[in-house]
């Protein structure tokens, strides 16, 4: 079993900065990816950007340019680095990891940014 615990979201104007992080805890021997996604009230969850265990990326069209996903491995935590933040990017993020004992998903952060 695996426990995610993120952590960095609030209140921000537009064009500012927030860091999401993503702890991962229990049995995470075998990584294979870990990602955020973000919802808003009556649209499905979109992926937002991934890494693999190997550090490869990707990052959403939307947030292109503006956000960053990185990941310590030694810690077991993903990053989501969000620069020039819109109001658009206003939603509930989700910590996603996909490990060799299935896919787990984190409580979510509240991310708002003021117009």
């Known amino acids: 079993q695996v426990r995610l615990v993120e952590s960095g979201g609030g209140l921000v104007q537009a064009g500012g900065s927030l860091r999401l992080s993503c702890a991962a805890s229990?049995?995470?021997?075998?990584?294979?990816?870990m990602g955020w996604y973000r919802q808003v009230p009556g649209k499905q969850r979109e992926v937002v950007a991934t890494i693999t265990g190997g550090g490869s990326t990707n990052v959403a069209s939307s947030v292109r340019g503006r956000f960053t996903i990185s990941r310590d491995g030694a810690k077991n935590t993903v990053y989501l680095q969000m620069n020039s933040l819109k109001p658009e990017d206003t939603a509930v993020y989700y910590c996603?990891?996909?490990?060799?004992?299935?896919?787990?998903w984190g409580q979510g952060t509240q991310v708002t940014v003021s117009s």
């Open positions: 229990g049995s995470t021997s075998k990584l294979y990816h």
């Open positions: 996603n990891a996909q490990f060799i004992t299935g896919t787990y």
